[in-house]
């Protein structure tokens, strides 16, 4: 089954920066904004790769309560 098409509105200041990051003149808004939402998927599991790392470290400086580690965490 062929993806479905609508439209949608946007303000022309986003339409302006659509095209200030087109890698190529003939790519797509379409191929545009799936690369931006790849691009914050990636940043997503980045931020939470290191959250995860960063929440490991502090339970073990601070499980017992000593919190003088914090400047090497």
Do not use: C
Request: charged share 35%; aromatic share 8%.
């Amino acid at each position: 089954m062929e993806d479905e098409i609508t439209t949608i509105q946007l303000k022309k200041s986003v339409v302006n920066a659509l095209k200030e990051i087109k890698k190529y003149p003939r790519e797509t808004y379409n191929e545009i904004i799936l690369d931006l939402i790849n691009d914050a998927r990636e940043t997503h599991e980045l931020n939470t790769f290191v959250q995860k790392a960063q929440e490991s470290k502090m339970k073990e400086l601070w499980e017992d309560g000593d919190y003088s580690g914090w400047e090497n965490a």
